[in-house]
């Protein structure tokens, strides 16, 4: 009989975001170190299998856009063919158990049906209903907290949480990030030919993100240049604004506000694995709260989080930041356009709050701007209306380990040969 103590082909399911998967990677390592040889596998979105190489605690990850998750793509119209193929093509993998990551609004039912369909014995979740038999090891959904002014825990604490259930633990719970030598070398590339970069090799280098996957989460552009600017003119920075292809115009709005030599753009020229070079060689990153302000936890750099309050628990783990916000009555509404339309809780964040906050951690001085926690109905400290920082203890860069491979994703359609597990191979 299979139990957690003796199971050594564990299959970790997180079907989100690139964040949502780095806010998992203690939990991950955890259930590595608690069984010597143990294989972890992780199944996520294709967005967030990009980090496969990253992650240096996990030997396989295989992608699948669930229809019960939010993708670019639509869902398809009938999703029963697409889960019974994903489950066949995980049973061939023949796995002892699997973990279930959600956020607590989500519900893991149908990735436990997934898993159960897929004849994985053990299968570990949060869950707010009875899972009856979908779940082996069931622990009852407690957040949002029950008790008055009890708040819910930061998503990488959760997640450690649930994986001490089953008797994993990890002394280091920072978060992991994997920079491979060759995007070092990619990234230094790159920067040798960026005009105006660090001339004289004098001043920090500041990263600044002004975009997010949702426009609920999104500061205004024009403020990231008066950001950009004032730390290019006060601090003698050097900014180097960084997006994806197709947040190009936002990076360019940015840079063009800005106005300075020494703010330079980078919208769409760097891999997932240069951006990691990148941050962990930054003084400071400046962001929406979006995946690079988890990178850049996972690397020790401290952060500026642009935070909107769309969710209390996915704040920077674990590394010296100010969480900037406006408190607003329409808090925590897990949307990815504000319901309400006027977009309060980052409009009402001056630019100049975080030129104070970015100036005071690349001074080392963390604790110069007051510190609040983020509100919490009934919590004794929770901060006054207006905008408001929250500030953490700092992290250590983790380091390097063995490189995972390329990501294996669900077949259009079933494999001919289904019994052929032995020809099953991890990296293709």
């Not at 029963?80 to 956020?103: E, N, S």
């Not at 660090?198 to 975009?211: A, D, I, K, N």
């Not at 920075?237 to 990076?251: F, I, K, P, Q």
């Not at 607003?328 to 809780?345: D, L, N």
């Amino acid at each position: 009989m299979t139990t957690w103590q003796t199971a050594r082909q564990v299959l970790c399911v997180r079907l989100d975001n690139m964040g949502d998967v780095l806010m998992s990677t203690p939990a991950m390592q955890a259930l590595a170190e608690s069984m010597p040889g143990r294989r972890l596998t992780l199944l996520t979105s294709h967005a967030a299998a990009a980090l496969a190489p990253h992650l240096p605690m996990v030997k396989r990850v295989l992608a699948w856009n669930a229809p019960w998750a939010r993708h670019d793509e639509a869902a398809p119209a009938a999703p029963g063919p697409a889960m019974l193929r994903c489950a066949r093509w995980l049973g061939r993998y023949r796995f002892d158990a699997a973990v279930i990551f959600t956020v607590y609004s989500q519900s893991p039912l149908p990735a436990a049906m997934l898993c159960a369909l897929a004849g994985i014995p053990l299968r570990l979740a949060c869950c707010r209903e009875n899972p009856y038999a979908l779940l082996t090891d069931w622990v009852p959904e407690r957040e949002p907290a029950m008790q008055p002014g009890q708040r819910p825990r930061h998503e990488a604490r959760r997640q450690l949480d649930l994986v001490a259930q089953v008797g994993a633990g990890t002394r280091d719970t920072r978060l992991r990030f994997r920079v491979l030598a060759a995007d070092r070398a990619a990234f230094a590339a790159l920067a040798a030919h960026l005009a105006g970069w660090r001339s004289g090799r004098g001043g920090p280098l500041v990263v600044v993100h002004p975009g997010a996957s949702a426009a609920s989460r999104r500061w205004p552009a024009a403020r990231f240049a008066e950001v950009a600017r004032a730390l290019a003119t006060q601090a003698g920075a050097h900014v180097l604004v960084t997006g994806a292809d197709n947040e190009r115009e936002t990076v360019h709005a940015v840079c063009a506000g800005a106005h300075h030599a020494r703010v330079v753009p980078l919208a769409g020229a760097l891999t997932l694995g240069e951006m990691g070079a990148l941050l962990e060689a930054a003084d400071l990153l400046v962001s929406n709260n979006t995946g690079p302000v988890h990178l850049a936890a996972a690397l020790g750099t401290p952060v500026v989080d642009l935070y909107a309050l769309t969710n209390p628990q996915h704040t920077p783990w674990q590394v010296p930041h100010h969480t900037l916000f406006a408190d607003v009555p329409c808090r925590y509404c897990y949307k990815s356009t504000c319901p309400q339309g006027h977009h309060r809780c980052l409009e009402d964040v001056p630019a100049a709050l975080a030129v104070q906050a970015a100036l005071a951690l690349l001074a080392g001085d963390a604790q110069a701007l007051p510190a609040h926690p983020l509100p919490w109905p009934g919590a004794a400290d929770a901060p006054l209306a207006g905008p408001a920082t929250g500030a953490a203890s700092a992290a250590v860069p983790v380091p390097a380990l063995a490189a995972a491979r390329t990501v294996p994703a669900v077949p259009a359609a079933d494999p001919p040969s289904p019994d052929e597990v032995a020809h099953v191979h991890p990296w293709h």
